[in-house]
């Protein structure tokens, strides 16, 4: 059972989580491919040099073959050379790969039991904000005890919460259907509106 609050930080009741979702024994193989991925398809892939095809110069033999005394070149921009082009030069690529449905639930679900094994989960009746106010998210998510890096979860996108919260450093704020695994990684709380945690346990369950 967890305690459920409300947003002045004072318990009003209690829920059970879910056994499948907030009780399995996490998979942190799993856990660790599905962050990998995610890293991978934030890349931009723009990085990009030149080869020695496409420098410029270079056409002349710099010496003749023989009787210089030097080792024998035929272009200053082979890639041993200062200003020569670059040997497999790295090119513009995407990075992204898809990994299979199955391994990113499980891997949520694995996340999501860690959170609730270290005690970390805080339930509230209602996440709402009346006013854009980051002052007044702050103060809620201080009675609430959150003093960490958080996760807001709503259950639909909610422009006032998100605006009030997206000026406090190391809160993120996000819909019951959009969960991230990478986002509940980097955080130290799950901060979950009651309507969000049902929603959670309807569609991931």
């Not at 009787?67 to 082009?85: F, N």
């Not at 891997?107 to 709402?128: M, R, Y």
């Not at 890096?149 to 019951?176: F, Q, Y």
Request: proline fraction near 3%; hydrophobic fraction near 40%.
């Amino acid at each position: 059972m967890v305690k459920v609050l409300n947003m002045a930080g004072n318990q009003v009741g209690e829920v059970e989580l879910s056994a499948s979702i907030f009780g399995i024994e996490p998979n942190m193989h799993v856990v660790h491919e599905v962050v990998k991925n995610h890293l991978a398809n934030c890349r931009q892939g723009t990085q990009s040099a030149l080869t020695r095809a496409e420098v410029s110069g270079g056409g002349r033999k710099p010496w003749r073959q023989k009787g210089t005394g030097h080792a024998r070149q035929g272009s200053t921009r082979a890639p041993q050379w200062t200003h020569g082009g670059i040997v497999f030069a790295p090119k513009p690529r995407s990075y992204r790969y898809v990994l299979n449905k199955k391994v990113r639930r499980l891997a949520l679900k694995s996340v999501l039991s860690d959170k609730a094994a270290q005690e970390k989960i805080i339930v509230v009746d209602s996440i709402a904000m009346g006013e854009i106010k980051t002052k007044a998210f702050k103060g809620f998510l201080d009675a609430v005890n959150c003093d960490g890096k958080a996760v807001v979860i709503t259950p639909e996108v909610n422009g006032s919460v998100v605006k009030s919260a997206r000026n406090i450093p190391g809160v993120l704020t996000t819909s019951a259907r959009m969960l991230s695994v990478y986002d509940i990684v980097n955080a130290k709380y799950l901060v979950i509106d009651q309507a969000a945690l049902a929603t959670i346990e309807e569609v991931y369950a």
